[in-house]
């Protein structure tokens, strides 16, 4: 559907073969994407719908837009993060039926408007439903082109170079909430594996849940219990896993204390003002990348790059961003009840739903144009002008959710291509990903960062406030219940112990996820959150229970009431992925 502009595509391909070596600067689109486990736990209008319509409207419109680049002789060179949990549902065989499924129904629902309106004799809405049923058809016929495995496309080409894909923790826990700094290890530790072994790829690059940091030294729990006298900074529980470079809101490098310079072949220990006085330096800026430690010996492990602002601006933005255009598809209005399809435009600002005009794809092509040429020209000039007053290498990194492009923006896809085609054909920037950066431009400074995310005003409060502090004094009682079994008992010697502690290991995992917090606070679904933290809460206890009793009474899985029963079995059958876990993940 809309598969317009590509005749351009081929001459922008060849300006960018020319010479790059007086490049100026690099850019790199990083993309986040990440879904809460949902299968098995309902469908619409909280559930599996999610996960379908991430597939469909995101990430099979990324894979295509890939392959358009590479097809016309374009290597993207975009980052995109794709969540462990996110990579063992699309992995799963329960998801790949039911996405065939949704992409059939969606084929339906289509054809079924088209009928409805050639009815109404509604020729403009009847062409597009007939547009409708030709996208959903071509996503389906994509798909099982691809063997129905979308995570297998996006490792095969980041082998290929085409991208970088980046590995996060396990279900998207807020790391600098949790208890325990083994809970941290573990998820970074079950996450890298998922993305290993699912992907076939293992990245040296990780997205920190919704950017949130949180450096070494004392730590005072949000909720009352006692502090910890000496956390680990979370950069170094990421480079002890081989990690090398992760990403931050721009307010964190920004509010960075000096650490170390390298110079003249050495690094040497500079004053926290070191930025201040040597401003044409890079200290503090968003457009180099910097080491990181925060336990005051001034030696770095791990790199991090900062979000730019003002180009990120340009698409976040709800009053000055690009999907805001009015000839783009309207997101929020739908023609029938439940998993109706979207025939309206934005139309304008503060257009009400009903007064919303049909939607026109012909329009779009050269508003997207207009976007994509102005997003690339930002960009060259914020590489020219840090060049320009530093005389160094520039990196603009521009960091959205990955659904913002194709679920939210309809039109998103098809932006990100015009841009990369655009930035390659300009001789002053570099398309590069941001592991190839540090290779090429190895960081020369080292600085101690703030405490952060990228979350409202820069802190934690959308995941810790009164509306879901209960849920954290639940949730640490979980870690330190879990830490005493995984220690006092004999799971080494006894097969049946482990498997239940694996289990209730894969429940704590799920509860972690910082989702429910986020939806709750945010109003979205209140309800589904609830009940989702509460069944893992739950099951970990009958978990963790069982495991206890089996190690006083070796004949006990025999002897289970119906509660113990019902919960053993909803859990395995609703809770269906991580299941290579291992209890030494948790040991520091």
């Known amino acids: 559907m809309f598969q317009h502009g590509l005749g351009v595509c081929r001459l922008l391909a060849i300006c960018g073969k020319l010479n790059r070596i007086m490049a100026k600067g690099s850019f790199t689109f990083v993309l986040h994407g990440h879904l809460p486990y949902v299968l098995r736990h309902g469908v619409w209008p909280h559930g599996e719908d999610w996960l379908y319509e991430a597939a469909a409207e995101t990430y099979l419109p990324i894979l295509e837009m890939i392959g358009h680049c590479v097809l016309h002789g374009v290597e993207p060179k975009f980052t995109i993060g794709l969540t462990p949990v996110l990579l063992e549902q699309l992995a ?8 065939e499924k949704y992409l059939l129904d969606r084929i339906a629902r289509a054809e079924q408007d088209l009928k409805e309106f050639e009815d109404l004799q509604n020729g403009h809405m009847a062409y597009l439903a007939q547009q409708w049923a030709e996208n959903f058809e071509r996503l389906l016929n994509q798909f099982k082109a691809l063997k129905r495995d979308i995570p297998a496309a996006y490792g095969s080409h980041a082998r290929d170079g085409h991208i970088e894909l980046l590995t996060s923790t396990a279900t998207h826990a807020y790391l ?21 072994r699912i992907l076939g790829y293992k990245p040296t690059g990780m997205w920190l ?24 900074g979370i950069e170094h529980l990421i480079a002890d896993e081989t990690i090398n470079h992760f990403f931050v809101e721009n307010h964190l490098i920004e509010g960075s204390h000096s650490e170390q310079l390298y110079n003249d072949g050495q690094w040497w ?78 139309t304008g600002k503060n257009v009400d739903l009903g007064e919303k005009h049909l939607y026109q794809p012909d329009e779009t092509e050269h508003h997207l144009h207009q976007h994509a040429q102005h997003f690339a020209k930002m960009v060259h000039d914020r590489i020219n002008e840090y060049h320009h007053k530093t005389g160094r290498h520039a ?7 990955a659904e913002l492009f194709g679920h939210w923006w309809f039109e998103g896809p098809r932006f990100l291509r015009d841009v990369i085609m655009t930035l390659n054909a300009d001789p002053d920037v570099e398309l590069k990903c941001t592991d190839q950066m540090l290779e090429d431009n190895p960081p020369d400074k080292v600085v101690s960062m703030p405490e952060g995310s990228w979350g409202e005003e820069g802190d934690h409060r959308v995941w810790t406030n009164d509306k879901v502090n209960w849920m954290w004094d639940i949730e640490y009682r979980c870690e ?55 069944q893992h809460v739950s099951r970990f206890e009958t978990l963790l229970a069982l495991s206890e009793k089996l190690a006083e009474d070796t004949e006990y899985l025999g002897k289970l009431n119906e509660v113990e029963k019902f919960e053993v079995e909803d859990a395995g059958i609703h809770d269906i992925i991580f299941n290579e876990i291992e209890l030494d993940w948790w040991k520091m």
């Open 209 to 232: 849940p919704e950017c949130a940091y949180r450096p070494g030294g004392a730590w005072n729990c949000p909720i009352g219990w006692a502090g910890k006298p000496n956390r680990i």
């Open 92 to 99: 799963h065989e329960h998801f790949k039926d039911g996405f």
């Open 480 to 534: 330190a219940n879990f830490g005493k079994a995984t220690t006092d008992l004999p799971w080494r010697t006894n097969p049946q112990i482990e498997d239940l502690l694996k289990k209730a290991g894969r429940e704590l995992f799920l509860l972690q996820a910082s989702d429910w917090q986020f939806i709750i606070t945010r109003g979205q679904a209140i309800d589904y959150g609830i009940k989702r933290f509460m």
């Open 395 to 401: 990196h603009v990194v521009a960091t959205f959710d």
């Open 269 to 346: 220990k500079v004053d926290w003002n070191e930025g201040k006085k040597y401003v044409n330096r890079g200290w503090h800026s968003v457009h180099e990348p910097h080491l990181v430690n925060s336990d005051g010996t001034g030696l770095g492990r791990v790199a991090v790059f900062g979000r730019d602002p003002r180009v990120c601006e340009q698409v976040w933005s709800g009053s000055i961003g690009y999907p805001a255009d009015g000839v783009y598809m309207e997101f929020h209005k739908q023609w029938g009840e439940k998993r109706g399809l979207r025939y309206w435009k934005v």
């Open 176 to 196: 600098p909430l949790l208890f325990e700094d083994s809970s941290i290890r573990a998820q970074l530790r079950a996450g890298l594996a998922s993305s290993h």
